[in-house]
């Protein structure tokens, strides 16, 4: 049997903060396709969220927090792809969420630069999802935002509803100055048949190395912002909902610039629901999302990844929303 056929294909799901990846991810793991995966997610802090964001489902979750899965945890990414392998018999493929800021060369790079890796998975595409309504602003604001962009084999461009014929055509135009080559997908809510993301075989090595000359140089180091940082905080006493709200409402309203993506699980007085928070600048959403994960402490969190946090301001705002 041919090696590409027995290789374990390995989709990389990136996009900056906010863009939608986990509602992709979500979508692939709750649709009725026959296949199972393995999820590793990446996340930028200290407190994991994103776990308690993808939905509960047969498939196992690996979490490696406090790092970006381009640079620090790169050896967790090895070390878990190598135990993931020795239960080979129970998934079809991995799929690898990365943080919004990670930028997705280093990560493709693990496939090629680590032989175990190399000999056992193959990178089937680096599917990035991209914010209509924000890309190009964050296109301006951050060289992690053009980079995923230029690593993408497909490129899901989600809310659309949020923008008008031409400003998409702009978001289009503005795309396709950074990359020619990847398949453009509009999508609200990250909605489109799985199999245009997936199984796709369209990583190219070739154009990689044209990209990025260094890339399979395992030396390669990569820098993010300076300025951006997070901040994770975790309480245990129940959350007042109309504290809360007033508290963010009023944050994002004066912060929201400075605040790249906001996230949080929180536990509400005398409900045994999770409520998943989140937040693009000043644009919030939140919903239930069903409750505790058994053995799980009922503790709320909340994470900034942003400008200039004042992570002690930060924490007497939250703290201020317990119940009383």
């Not at 239960?87 to 680590?114: C, H, S, Y």
């Not at 309480?235 to 009023?250: H, L, M, R, T, Y």
């Amino acid at each position: 049997m041919p090696e590409y056929t027995t290789q374990v294909p390995v989709t990389v799901l990136t996009g900056y903060l906010g863009a939608g990846k986990t509602t992709l991810l979500n979508r692939i793991l709750s649709e009725e396709h026959g296949r199972r995966y393995a999820v590793v997610v990446n996340e930028f802090g200290e407190l994991g969220v994103d776990n308690d964001l993808v939905v509960d489902a047969d498939e196992e979750v690996f979490e490696m927090n406090n790092g970006c899965i381009c640079c620090t945890v790169r050896g967790d990414l090895i070390r878990i792809i190598g135990g993931l392998m020795k239960r080979r018999d129970k998934f079809d493929g991995i799929l690898i969420e990365t943080t919004g800021l990670a930028n997705p060369a280093p990560v493709a790079q693990t496939f090629f630069v680590d032989d175990t890796v190399r000999s056992k998975t193959r990178l089937d595409a680096v599917v990035t999802v991209a914010d209509a309504k924000l890309l190009r602003q964050q296109l301006a604001d951050s060289h992690e935002a053009a980079d995923q962009i230029a690593f993408a084999d497909v490129i899901v461009l989600n809310k659309i509803d949020l923008v008008s014929p031409e400003e998409l055509a702009e978001v289009e135009r503005a795309i396709r100055n950074i990359n020619r080559y990847a398949t453009i997908h509009h999508t609200e809510r990250a909605a489109l048949p799985i199999s245009q993301v997936l199984d796709r075989g369209a990583f190219d090595l070739q154009r990689a190395l044209e990209l990025h000359p260094h890339f399979l140089d395992s030396e390669e180091e990569h820098e993010h912002d300076q300025d951006v940082s997070s901040v994770s905080i975790e309480v245990a006493q129940p959350i007042d909902p109309e504290k809360f709200n007033a508290w963010i409402s009023g944050l994002l309203a004066t912060r929201g610039q400075d605040l790249l993506r906001t996230k949080g699980i929180l536990y509400y007085a005398n409900d045994p629901r999770r409520f998943a928070f989140q937040a693009v600048h000043m644009m919030a959403d939140g919903n239930f999302i069903g409750p505790a994960r058994e053995g799980e402490p009922h503790k709320s969190r909340i994470v900034f990844i942003g400008r200039k946090l004042n992570r002690p301001e930060l924490r007497r705002g939250f703290e201020s929303c317990h119940t009383a």
